[in-house]
Nanobody
Framework: QVQLVESGGGLVQAGGSLRLSCAAS????????MGWFRQAPGKERSIVAA????????TYAESVKGRFTISRDNAKNMVSLQMNSLKPEDTAVYYC??????????????????WGQGTQVTVSS
């Protein structure tokens, strides 16, 4: 079992920045591809960014490319999402996810094994 706890969400003005963190416990995340998903009210949950087990490969949704950066620290069992130039349409609950022995590309295609409880990000215009 892997427990994931997100933090760092909040209210920010458009153009601002936030950094989300995901702390994992229970098992080392080095065997897991990791990803960040988001779900806005009335919309389906969708992938934002994913990172391979080694951290070498990353993938991003088109809507966040150039603005968001995903990273991981396997030694600290943590994953982060740096969000810059935030827009009102980035408002959503953001979830951290883990998938065993998977790839960054597969994170957005197949269901993840573990999920965090989510953290709210609100961007005001």
């Amino acid at each position: 079992q892997v427990q994931l706890v997100e933090s760092g969400g909040g209210l920010v003005q458009a153009g601002g920045s936030l950094r989300l963190s995901c702390a994992a416990s229970g098992r080392t995340i080095s065997d897991y591809a990791m990803g960040w998903f988001r779900q806005a009210p009335g919309k389906e949950r969708s992938i934002v960014a994913a990172i391979s087990r080694s951290g070498i490969t990353t993938t991003y949704a088109e809507s966040v490319k150039g603005r968001f950066t995903i990273s991981r620290d396997n030694a600290k069992n943590m994953v982060s999402l740096q969000m810059n130039s935030l827009k009102p349409e980035d408002t959503a609950v953001y979830y951290c996810a883990a998938k065993y022995k998977s790839t960054a590309q597969a994170m957005g295609i197949t269901s993840s094994d573990y999920w965090g409880q989510g953290t709210q990000v609100t961007v005001s215009s």
